[in-house]
C-alpha cells in the first residue's frame, strides 16, 4: 500500500514570489520523512505541493516533478482529487467538520465519495479511531459533533479522517504544535505505528520530535531574506543530528539544541 | 464593499480541485528562463459535477447582471417617449397633469420638494436619538441588556409601512398638532415654519410624515452607529480610561471620533430609504393642487407617493411613461445616497482600525 | 503582610483620590441620562404603535369567521366577515418570491464568494446586487410593470407582484449568504480538499452545512420584511375582496393591501376590518421572526 515519493527539481510560486527554489529527494515508503527548518523557509510549501494543495493557493505555479511510485502527479491528465484521495492530509490547527458528528467526521472522505454501505462505513470507523488511539475515548458518543473534543482529541480526529480513505503516503503539517505534552506523546507514538503502513511526511519545529519520530530528516533553510527557500541536506534522522555535513544544519539544529 | 471584503480571505484560484476551464494553461514558463522538462500540465482534468455546478453558480450571475440591465433599459424605452411628448418642463414645472396621453404636462419640481423636505426633517429628528440610542446600547447599557435592547430596536423596522402609515395618519397626527400649531404662530418668522398650502392643524403634511419617516429609519441609523462604535478598538477606550476620563470624557474623545464617519454613513443609508418610502406617505400626505409654500406644513405628493396614487391611470404608455420617469429620478437619488453611504462607510472605521 | 499595612489601615486625612470638578461631573450625568432617554424615545413609538393595533385590530380577529371568510359581499357598514383571502394572496406571493429568489441568490451568492472571486463578472453582479439593494419598493414594482405589463404584455397579476418581491428579496439572499459563506474557515475547504473530496461536493456537504443556519435566519428575515411591502401590490395587482387562489390570473388580495384599501371604506366598519388586517399582518410577520431565531437555534452548529 505504502509507496515512495520522488521529488525532483521542484519550484514552487506564489504570484511572481518564488517561495522554494530547485528540491530534490526521496521519502522513502513504509517510514517518516521530518521537514526541519526556520520559520518561512517552505516546508509548508513543499509539503502542500506533494498532494497538489498548493494550487489551491490563487496565483500558485509549480514547476518540476513529484512522482508518486514514478507516476507524477502533476503530468497532464491527472485529477488532482485522484492524488488527494492517494496522498492524505493532517493540518497544524484541527479542522473537524462542524456539522458532522464524530464518525461522520471520520468517514467524510468516503461518504463525500458515495460510499452508502453502513456496515463497511461502521467499520472503517472503529478501524480508524483505533489506528487513531481514539476509540476508547469516544465510542459511547460517536453521534455526537466532532467539535465537542479536546484539541488532542480533534487532532486524533482529523488523523482518522485522513487515514479511513485509505490513502498511501500521509502528510502532516506540525500536527502537535497545538497540543499538550501528553496529546504530543499519543499522537508520537500513532505516528510510530502508522508507518507500518503509511509513507508519512512530517513539518516539525520541535527537534526532539523529529529525532524520535522520524527516520530520515530533511533540513530546509532560507539563503537570505526575500531569497526562495532551498533545501539544505537530507540524510539518516542519527546522521543529521549528530554529524550533519552542512555548517548551517549544524549552526541550526545546535542553536535550537542551546 | 464585497470587493474589499473578497480580498479580506484568501481567495481561491479558479484552477483548483480539478475545476480550471480545460484550456487553461498556467504559464509555468513566466518566471523560468528555461522550461523544465516536465512542466505542469498544459490541459487539466475538470470533473463534470464541478463544471456543471460551476456554470449554475456562474450563470445565475450573469442571470441578475443581464435581468437588471434588461429592465433598465425598459425603463428608459418607457420613459423617454414620455418625456418628448412632455408639455412642461420636466426639471422645472410643478404641474402633474398625465391623464391625457395627447395633452402631458409634467414636472418633478413640486414633488422634489415635498420628497426633499420630509426625508430631511425625518434626518434631523433621527440622527441624534439614533447616535443617542447606539451610544447607549453599546457604551452604556449592561451587557445582559444591550442586547434584548437592541432587539427592541430593531422590531421597529419589522413594523410595514403601511402600518406606520394609519398610526401617523389616524393616530400621531391629531396629537402633535397643538405641537405643530405652536411652531407654527411662534416661529412662523422662520421660512420653513411658515404657512403652508394646507393650514398647519391639519395633521396631512410634511410635519407628521417627517415624524413618522424618522421613526422608520431610526432601526438602519441605530443599526450601523451600533456596529461602527462597538468596533472602538478597547486599547482607546481603557488608555482614555486610564487617564481618569469620565465616561462622557471616554465616549467623547475616543468613541465618537472613532464611529463618527461610520454613523454618518449609516445616516446616509436612512435617508435613501426615507427619499423612497411610499405608502406611508401616500397614507399621512393630502393630495392638493395649490403648489408648496416651502414650509414644512405643505402637504402634497413625494415621487413614491405620486406613483403610487397614480397607479390607476396606468391605462397608456405615454402616462406610464411619465411616472417611470419621476421613478428613475427617484432611482437614481436613491442610489446616489446609497453609494455615498457605502463609500463613507467604507472609508471610515477599516482605515482607522 | 507588607509593612506598610499599618499605613492602609490608618484612617486617611485627605480624601485617597482626587475628586472629579463638579462640571465634569455634571456633564458626564448629563450625557448619561440623554443617551438612556433616545432609547425610550424610540421605544414609545413601537409601543404606541403595537398598542393601537392591538386596542383597535383585536376584537376582529377573535371572531372565527376572521381567519376561515373573506370580504366577499360585505357592504360598507357590515361587520363581519374574515381575512383568509388576504392571508392566501399574501402566503402564495410570498412563497413564490421565495421559491425564486432563494436559488438564485444562494447561488448568485456562491458564485461570488467560491468561484468569481474578484473576476470582472463578479464585481458587475456586486454592483447590480448593490442598484437593488437600495432600491424603492415602488420602483421595483415600476420596473416589473416595465416589463411584464408594458413589456410582454402581460396582466396585472399576483405573480408580477411575486416578481417584484424578488428584486426587494435578491439583495438580502446575496448578502447573507455571501456573508456567511465568508466566515466559512479556509481551513474547511481545505480539509474537505486534502480528502479527495471535489470542491462542488465540498461547497454542498461542508461549506452550505456550515453556514446553514445563517443562512436560513437571514432568507426568513427578509421575507418577514418582503411580506409587509404595500408599494409594488398598488401597481400590479388589482384589489380582490373574494378569495382568488390563482396568481396568475385577475385581482388578488394580499393582507398589506387590504389595509390599504380597507382605509378608503370610511365607515365604523371599514375601520374595524382595517386594523383586523393590520393586526394580522404584524402578527404573521412577528410569528415569522420568531421561526427565523428558533431555526437559527436548531440548526446552528453544535458543539456538545
Ligand atoms: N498563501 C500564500 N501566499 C503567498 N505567499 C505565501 C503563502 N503561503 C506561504 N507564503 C510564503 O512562502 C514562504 C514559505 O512559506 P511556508 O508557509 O511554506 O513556510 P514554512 O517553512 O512552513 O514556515 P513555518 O515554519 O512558519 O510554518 C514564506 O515566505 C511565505 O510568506
Ligand atoms: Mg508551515
Redesign the pocket.
Known amino acids: 500500500m505504502a509507496k515512495r515519493l520522488d521529488i525532483e527539481n521542484l519550484n514552487?510560486y506564489?504570484?511572481k514570489?518564488h517561495?522554494?527554489q530547485d528540491v530534490t529527494l526521496q521519502v522513502h515508503a513504509r517510514s517518516v520523512t521530518a521537514?526541519i527548518?526556520?520559520?518561512?523557509?517552505?516546508?509548508?510549501?513543499?509539503?502542500?505541493s506533494l498532494n497538489r494543495m498548493h494550487e489551491v493557493?490563487p496565483?500558485?505555479r509549480v514547476e518540476g516533478k513529484v512522482l508518486l511510485d514514478g507516476e507524477n502527479v502533476y503530468a497532464p491528465g491527472v485529477d488532482p482529487v485522484q492524488v488527494r484521495r492517494t496522498i492524505g492530509m493532517v493540518f497544524?490547527k484541527a479542522n473537524p467538520f462542524p456539522t458532522m458528528s464524530i464518525k461522520d467526521n471520520v468517514v467524510a472522505g468516503l461518504k463525500l465519495a458515495g460510499e452508502k454501505d453502513k456496515k463497511k462505513l461502521d467499520e472503517i470507523t472503529e478501524r480508524s479511531l483505533r489506528g487513531a488511539n481514539l476509540w476508547e475515548e469516544v465510542k459511547d458518543r460517536l453521534n455526537k459533533p466532532g467539535g465537542g473534543l479536546s484539541g488532542g482529541q480533534q487532532q486524533r480526529l482529523c488523523i482518522a479522517r485522513a487515514t479511513a480513505v485509505q490513502p498511501d503516503v500521509l502528510l502532516m503539517?506540525?500536527p502537535c504544535s497545538a497540543l499538550d505534552p501528553i496529546s504530543t506523546l499519543a499522537i508520537e507514538d500513532l505516528i510510530a505505528e502508522l508507518k507500518k503502513d503509511y509513507t508519512i511526511v512530517i513539518?516539525t519545529?520541535n527537534m526532539q520530535q523529529a529525532a524520535r519520530v522520524s527516520d530520515q530528516t530533511a533540513f530546509?533553510n532560507?539563503p537570505a531574506v526575500g531569497e526562495?527557500?532551498q533545501l539544505v541536506e537530507i540524510g539518516e534522522t542519527g546522521k543529521i543530528f549528530s554529524n550533519p555535513s552542512q555548517k548551517a544544519t549544524e549552526d541550526y539544529i545546535s542553536g535550537r539544541f542551546g | 464593499m464585497s470587493e474589499s471584503r473578497n480580498s479580506e480571505r484568501?481567495p481561491d484560484p479558479p484552477g483548483e480541485v480539478g475545476d480550471a476551464p480545460v484550456n487553461t494553461t498556467e504559464a509555468p514558463v513566466l518566471e523560468a528562463p528555461v522550461t523544465p522538462p516536465n512542466t505542469p500540465t498544459d490541459k487539466k482534468v475538470v470533473r463534470i459535477g464541478d463544471r456543471i455546478f460551476r456554470s449554475l453558480a456562474t450563470g445565475s450571475g450573469v442571470f441578475v447582471v443581464t435581468i437588471i440591465a434588461a429592465i433598465g433599459l425598459f425603463l428608459l424605452i418607457r420613459a423617454i417617449p414620455a418625456l418628448q411628448a412632455n408639455e412642461a418642463n420636466f426639471l422645472l414645472s410643478g404641474k402633474w397633469e398625465t391623464g391625457d396621453p395627447d395633452d402631458l404636462a409634467f414636472g418633478i419640481v413640486d414633488l422634489a420638494w415635498i420628497t426633499v423636505a420630509s426625508s430631511i426633517f425625518a434626518l434631523v429628528l433621527a440622527m441624534p436619538v439614533a447616535g443617542g440610542i447606539a451610544l447607549f446600547l453599546t457604551q452604556y447599557a449592561p451587557r445582559v441588556l444591550a442586547r434584548p435592547f437592541g432587539y427592541i430596536v430593531d422590531l421597529l423596522a419589522a413594523v410595514p409601512s403601511v402600518i406606520y402609515g394609519l398610526w401617523g395618519a389616524l393616530v400621531l397626527a391629531p396629537v402633535i398638532k397643538p405641537v405643530a400649531v405652536w411652531l407654527n404662530t411662534n416661529l412662523g418668522w422662520i421660512p420653513v415654519f411658515g404657512d403652508g398650502n394646507v393650514p398647519a392643524d391639519s395633521g396631512s403634511n410634511v410635519f407628521t410624515a417627517g415624524i413618522v419617516l424618522a421613526v422608520m429609519i431610526l432601526p438602519i441609523i441605530t443599526g450601523v452607529a451600533r456596529e461602527v462604535f462597538a468596533r472602538t478598538p478597547n486599547a482607546q477606550i481603557e488608555g482614555a480610561l486610564a487617564l481618569g476620563a469620565t465616561k462622557w470624557e471616554v465616549v467623547r474623545t475616543t468613541v465618537w471620533p472613532f464611529g463618527r464617519s461610520g454613523f454618518v454613513g449609516g445616516s446616509m443609508l436612512g435617508l435613501g430609504r426615507a427619499l423612497g418610502e411610499t405608502v406611508a406617505l401616500t397614507v399621512i400626505l393630502s393630495y392638493t393642487y395649490e403648489g408648496p409654500h416651502y414650509s414644512i406644513f405643505d402637504a402634497g405628493a413625494t415621487f413614491a407617493s405620486r406613483i403610487a396614487l397614480g397607479s390607476a391611470e396606468f391605462n397608456n404608455n405615454l402616462t406610464v411613461g411619465a411616472y417611470i420617469a419621476a421613478g428613475l429620478v427617484l432611482f437614481i437619488s436613491t442610489f446616489a445616497v446609497n453609494a455615498l453611504a457605502r463609500w463613507i462607510e467604507s472609508s471610515s472605521g477599516k482605515g482607522k482600525e | 503582610m507588607r509593612t506598610d499595612t499599618a499605613d492602609i489601615e490608618r484612617p486617611a486625612k485627605t480624601p485617597a483620590f482626587q475628586q472629579l470638578s463638579p462640571g465634569r461631573k455634571a456633564k458626564n450625568h448629563i450625557a448619561t441620562t440623554l443617551f438612556a432617554l433616545a432609547f425610550v424615545v424610540a421605544v414609545i413609538p413601537l409601543l404606541w404603535v403595537l398598542f393601537t393595533l392591538v386596542r383597535r385590530g383585536l376584537s376582529p380577529m377573535l371572531n372565527a369567521d376572521w381567519w376561515t371568510h373573506s370580504f366577499y359581499g360585505l357592504l360598507p357598514n357590515d361587520f363581519g366577515g374574515g381575512i383568509y383571502h388576504a392571508l392566501v394572496g399574501t402566503l402564495e406571493q410570498t412563497f413564490v418570491c421565495a421559491l425564486i429568489s432563494v436559488p438564485l441568490g444562494v447561488s448568485v451568492g456562491i458564485f461570488l464568494i467560491e468561484y468569481g472571486r474578484n473576476s470582472r463578472l463578479a464585481r458587475t453582479t456586486t454592483f447590480m446586487v448593490d442598484i437593488l439593494s437600495g432600491l424603492p419598493s415602488i420602483v421595483a414594482g415600476l420596473f416589473i410593470y416595465a416589463l411584464w405589463i408594458t413589456t410582454f404584455g402581460l396582466d396585472r397579476s399576483g405573480f408580477a407582484v411575486s416578481l417584484s418581491l424578488v428584486l426587494l428579496m435578491l439583495p438580502v439572499v446575496v448578502r447573507v449568504t455571501e456573508t456567511m459563506l465568508m466566515i466559512v474557515p479556509d481551513e474547511l475547504r481545505e480539509a474537505s480538499y486534502a480528502l479527495g473530496v471535489p470542491k462542488w461536493k465540498t461547497i454542498v456537504k461542508v461549506v452550505l452545512p456550515t453556514s446553514l443556519s445563517g443562512i436560513l435566519t437571514g432568507i426568513i428575515l427578509g421575507l418577514a420584511r418582503v411580506m409587509g411591502e404595500t408599494a409594488p401590490l398598488l401597481i400590479l395587482v388589482g384589489y380582490s375582496r373574494a378569495i382568488n387562489f390563482n396568481l396568475f390570473d385577475g385581482p388578488m388580495a394580499s393582507l398589506p393591501l387590504t389595509v390599504y384599501t380597507a382605509r378608503k371604506t370610511s365607515t365604523e366598519a371599514g375601520e374595524y376590518r382595517m386594523w383586523g388586517a393590520a393586526l394580522t399582518l404584524v402578527l404573521l410577520i412577528m410569528l415569522i421572526n420568531l421561526i427565523a431565531t428558533l431555526l437559527s437555534k436548531l440548526f446552528a452548529v453544535k458543539t456538545k
Open positions: 514552487l506564489y504570484n514570489f517561495a522554494v521537514f527548518g526556520p520559520s518561512g523557509c517552505g516546508k509548508s510549501t513543499v509539503l502542500r493557493v496565483g500558485s497544524q503539517d506540525e513539518v519545529h530546509f532560507l526562495p527557500g | 484568501r
